[in-house]
């Protein structure tokens, strides 16, 4: 890996609503808090120079949540990066409560959204939040309800753009009645294709889609991932990486990761170029994990 000619830029950009260009390939901040997405990390300087190591490779995409430690991937943003440099775009999410390691309960509702926004605000030390993301839909508040308090405070300039989290594309059509949306992140990658219709969809009206999880089902396919890795010298996440970067042009991953090594190597993805005949391969993977 030349480290030298490491740089996000080199996966393409993305216009988010129109408004926002970032580089096609991001950095998910949740890994940075401590076990069970619970508390401070064990290494706080090691997280700090991650996120600014990010930012030195081109990374104009960082993904977020107040929901992350709580709170403490935001505060480690700000930490690390305020003032942000030019370009820099920060996604955070809210519906989630966080009752202890491991455990997530749902609440958006508009009080509780407000208040995550402004808490997030603080936070990030900003005056209005680039890309603001409902979490999930909560199952015993009414969605459109969620939505009308975000196109609320976009409205009030406390967020700029809006975008979902874990959704149906029956969700996102009843949002967009509400608000424009910008991007969805739902779980997805090769092997894990449950929201492909989704991926369609955004692509077709020019929503950003932003996998989590990208490896997935990966160990599934092992042999197949690790035979292209190696024509590639590459990892298997890496190859991972090059999947969905070709599977869209509105495809923005952000693998995270509480590793500098691991980051730059997640970096070099966006520089490989998978053949026709290998992305085939891969996206053939979910018929051969149905047979088994």
């Not at 009414?142 to 594309?169: D, H, P, W, Y």
């Not at 500098?260 to 190597?265: F, G, M, T, V």
Request: proline share 6%.
């Amino acid at each position: 890996m030349n480290k030298k000619n490491l740089s996000a830029s080199l996966a393409g950009d993305i216009s988010l609503g129109g408004e926002l260009s970032v580089h096609r390939l991001g950095f998910g901040a949740m890994r940075l808090t401590g076990d069970g997405i619970w508390g401070p990390p064990k290494d706080r300087k090691g997280a700090l120079a991650i996120l600014r190591r990010a930012v030195e490779l081109d990374i104009k995409f960082i993904d977020t949540a107040d929901s992350y430690g709580p709170y403490v991937s935001e505060e480690l943003i700000a930490e690390a990066l305020f003032p942000y440099p030019a370009g820099l775009v920060i996604a955070t999410k809210g519906g989630w409560n966080r009752p202890g390691p491991n455990q997530w309960t749902h609440d958006a509702t508009p009080a509780h959204l407000r208040n995550a926004v402004e808490g997030s605000l603080k936070r990030l030390r900003v005056n209005r939040i680039d890309v603001y993301q409902l979490h999930i839909p909560d199952p015993v508040v009414s969605f459109e309800a969620s939505m009308e308090t975000l196109a609320q405070l976009r409205n009030e300039g406390k967020i700029r753009l809006v975008a979902l989290s874990n959704v149906t594309q029956e969700h996102i059509e009843r949002a967009r009645k509400i608000v424009p949306i910008v991007s969805v992140q739902n779980r997805y990658s090769f092997a894990d294709r449950e929201w492909d219709y989704v991926v369609d969809y955004c692509e077709r009206h020019g929503i950003g889609f932003i996998p989590w999880f990208p490896l997935g089902a990966g160990r599934v396919a092992g042999d197949v991932l690790e035979r292209i890795a190696r024509a590639h010298e590459a990892t298997p996440m890496q190859i991972a990486l090059a999947w969905l970067l070709r599977r869209s042009p509105i495809m923005l991953p952000i693998p995270g990761t509480s590793s500098i090594e691991h980051l730059e190597q997640n970096v070099a993805a966006a520089s490989l170029r998978l053949s026709d005949e290998e992305y085939q391969k891969l996206f053939a993977v979910p018929a051969l994990v149905a047979s088994r």
